[in-house]
């Protein structure tokens, strides 16, 4: 019984302190999309996927222009040119031709970027960006 009485001390001192240490919030690594239920920034985290991967063939001239200063109008609610779909339906990745063709599902013809693929986690990011509406933010 001698023996139990300081462990449990011990173990009840080390169970408050480490109940009561603040640890501070948990930073993400720069680069990394942000958490699921974190409303995705077309202007932070989308449009960087484009500049990174589809400017250089979708430039300011041409039928898609996704340069930043248009990206957003040539997208969204738009029909998709040979499709009989539209570019992005908010909410509806599955119906929107961009993300059939990042996605590697071949839904809508080659996948783009056309020699490459995006990473998951940007397909992610478009996706989820899709899903919580298309917002321009």
């Known amino acids: ?7 449990l001390i011990v173990f009840t001192t080390l169970l408050l ?14 680069g990394t999309p942000s958490g699921t239920d974190n409303p995705v920034s077309f202007s932070q ?23 930043a200063a248009n990206s ?8 998709a040119s040979g499709y009989s779909a539209v570019r992005v339906v908010p909410g509806d990745p599955e119906s929107s031709v961009l993300y059939g063709k990042i996605n590697g599902s071949n839904t809508f013809g080659s996948n783009m970027p056309l020699g490459g693929s995006l990473s ?6 478009i996706k989820r960006w899709i899903e919580q509406g298309a917002e321009d933010n």
Not at 1 to 7: E, F, G, Q, S
Not at 45 to 67: A, I, M
Not at 72 to 79: E, F, I, W
Not at 120 to 125: E, F, K, L, T
């Open 120 to 125: 998951a986690a940007q397909i992610d990011i």
């Open 45 to 67: 985290e989308v449009q960087p996927v484009f500049d990174q991967n589809c400017t250089s063939c979708h430039p300011s001239s041409g039928n898609l222009d996704l340069t």
């Open 17 to 30: 302190y480490s109940c009561s240490a603040d640890t501070g919030p948990v930073e993400e690594e720069p």
């Open 72 to 79: 957003y109008s040539s997208l969204v609610n738009v029909p």
């Open 1 to 7: 019984m001698k023996r139990i009485v300081p462990a």
